[in-house]
């Protein structure tokens, strides 16, 4: 089907009011409505919904759109509710309808009235739902926040998994719109495989936040006292404080009050209306600071929260980004703080303890990237946009000078030679090993594992014996980054040279490393290190 751009533009303002689309929207857009399935990966705010309902309007017969929360379903019907007269543009099916209602919505959609059907995977499990929509015109099906379909991604659902089959069932043909903010290579893949899309038009938008400062500080026993010195520095500005647990909110949130602070606490543990009366103070300016555990965010849209504090480390990345991304969302001012020390990770550690092996297989890896995260003396930006699969340079990239590391860098050394014996070590073991063990390779310790494929006897073992664990995975991340090296995706760690690597094998050129942080938790005496 030929686009026409105009009748694209005056659909947005006419639905939407927006006099021009936002990003990557217009592309998006023109493939959907092309029939090509489609994958878009956007930051939270980056316009996702717009992207299947502007299509969805505009075209005969009704979408599909497969989201997991039941309150953003809601507030999107209403919302796209209030663009028409018609209240059956949009409909919500799922097992909360009575008969007549669910008899009001399939006329709708046989009546060709409805536009947008909501639904979620579990509705779309029950035979009935699937027959009936087969027999209707399905003008796409929309997979929101599709990275619930892979165990690596921060909420995975089951029920995502039968979503390529049941779509099949619904219709051959039917082009799939898949949407998240998570943008890791491996759950763009589970996606892709998942949801059988293999040749999916793929538009991925930057994940940079140019004006958000990140800084990791270390966690000693004097974290409340540090935290309410840079709130006092910040007064009068809005920010969240993330910590774990809901006593350490109810504590701390407390500890704020006392000290002068316009705080308050936030949780799923209090009752709803205390929740929407802390909420509606902290929207309304009435108070500064919510200390919350993680159920505070979702659907928040604050525009000026000027810092987030993580006085504790959250367990993935991801979770990290979604966070801080909080903060500066009118392209203001954001300062990301978080404390950190070993022992909280140990800490998340206990907590995954009682999970099935491989959850806690997947937990571990997204623990240990938090690690390096945080011990990193590499650009905080640069690793994060890494992690997204996004290649940042410091010196062209915006916001190249907003973090700690490369505000106050750390001496450098030359580590030519050390990267080429890296290089070869994995070369030499026919890049079999994750980074924990690589390191023990080098500085020649042995292992079960090593030891079952005598890796212990050969020449290699131990060659980088003069210098520790810590300095070998601190170059081991920094050559990753760079580029010489490669996390497979399949695996999940295991490090793959990539061509960069072999040539530099072969031609070593300067490399110049700086050494990570140390951080061994709290110190005696609170101070910081
Ligand atoms: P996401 O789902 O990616 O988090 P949303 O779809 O919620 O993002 O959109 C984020 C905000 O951007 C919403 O307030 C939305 O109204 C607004 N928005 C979306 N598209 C446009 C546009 N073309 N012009 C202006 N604002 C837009």
Redesign the pocket.
């Known amino acids: 089907m030929l686009i026409d751009k105009n009748d694209l533009q005056s659909a947005?303002k006419k639905y939407f009011g927006?006099g021009?689309?936002?990003g990557l929207?217009e592309g998006v857009i023109e493939s959907l409505m092309s029939g090509n399935n489609t994958f878009v990966i956007?930051p939270?705010?980056?316009?996702?919904?717009?992207c299947y309902q502007l299509p969805a309007l505009m075209q005969e017969g009704t979408a599909i759109v497969v989201s997991p929360l039941i309150a953003l379903m809601k507030n999107q019907v209403d919302a796209i509710r209030g663009v028409s007269n018609e209240e059956g543009i949009a409909h919500v099916l799922n097992s909360s309808l009575n008969k007549t209602e669910v008899k009001r919505v399939k006329e709708d959609i046989v009546n060709g009235v409805t536009k947008l059907l909501y639904v979620a995977p579990e509705s779309l499990t029950k035979e009935e739902n699937v027959e009936f929509l087969r027999s209707v015109k399905v003008s796409f099906m929309a997979i929101d926040e599709a990275h619930c379909i892979s165990e690596w991604g921060h909420d995975f659902r089951p029920e995502y998994r039968n979503l390529k089959h049941i779509i099949g069932r619904i219709g051959d043909n039917i082009p799939i719109i898949g949407l998240t903010?998570t943008a890791t290579p491996k759950v763009q893949e589970d996606i892709i495989k998942n949801l059988g899309i293999s040749g999916a038009t793929t538009f991925k938008a930057s994940f940079n936040r140019p004006n958000l400062y990140y800084e990791v500080r270390p966690k000693t026993k004097n974290v409340d006292a540090d935290i309410i010195r840079f709130i006092k520095q910040n007064s009068g500005k809005s920010g969240i404080v993330y910590c774990l647990s809901r006593k350490r909110v109810e504590e701390l949130a407390q500890v704020l009050q006392v000290n002068g602070i316009k705080a308050v606490p936030y949780h799923a543990g209090l009752d709803a209306k205390s929740r929407s009366n802390y909420q509606d103070q902290f929207l309304m300016e009435d108070v500064d600071v919510v200390v919350a555990t993680i159920a505070f965010g979702m659907g928040i849209d604050k525009p000026d929260v000027r810092f987030v504090i993580h006085h504790d480390i959250p367990k993935s990345i991801e979770s990290y980004y979604q966070e801080t991304g909080r903060a500066g969302r009118d392209g203001g001012e954001g300062h990301c703080l978080a404390y950190y020390a070993y022992k909280d990770i140990e800490k998340l550690e206990k907590f995954m303890s009682g999970k099935p092996v491989a959850e806690q297989e997947i937990g571990q890896a997204l623990l240990q990237e938090v690690v390096a995260f945080a011990e990193t003396s590499i650009s905080r930006r640069k690793f994060i946009l890494h992690y997204f699969g996004e290649e940042f340079d410091n010196k062209t990239g915006e916001g190249g000078d907003m973090d700690d590391n490369v505000r106050h860098p750390k001496k450098k050394r030359e580590a030519q030679d050390d990267v080429k014996l890296l290089l070869e070590t994995i070369d030499n073991t026919n890049e079999k090993y994750k980074s924990k063990d690589l390191v023990n390779v080098i500085t020649g310790k042995e292992n079960a594992l090593i030891n079952s494929h005598k890796t212990n006897e050969q020449a290699f073992f131990g060659k980088g014996s003069s210098k520790d664990k810590k300095y070998w995975m601190a170059l081991l991340r920094q050559v990753l980054v760079s580029g010489l090296l490669k996390k497979d995706i399949e695996t999940y760690g295991v490090i793959k040279l990539v061509d960069a690597g072999r040539d530099f094998i072969k031609n070593p050129t300067s490399f110049m490393m700086t050494e990570d942080h140390i951080f061994d938790g709290e110190q005696e005496d609170g101070t910081i290190v």
């Open positions: 947005l927006f021009k689309f936002k929207q956007m939270t705010g980056g316009g996702k919904s717009l903010a």
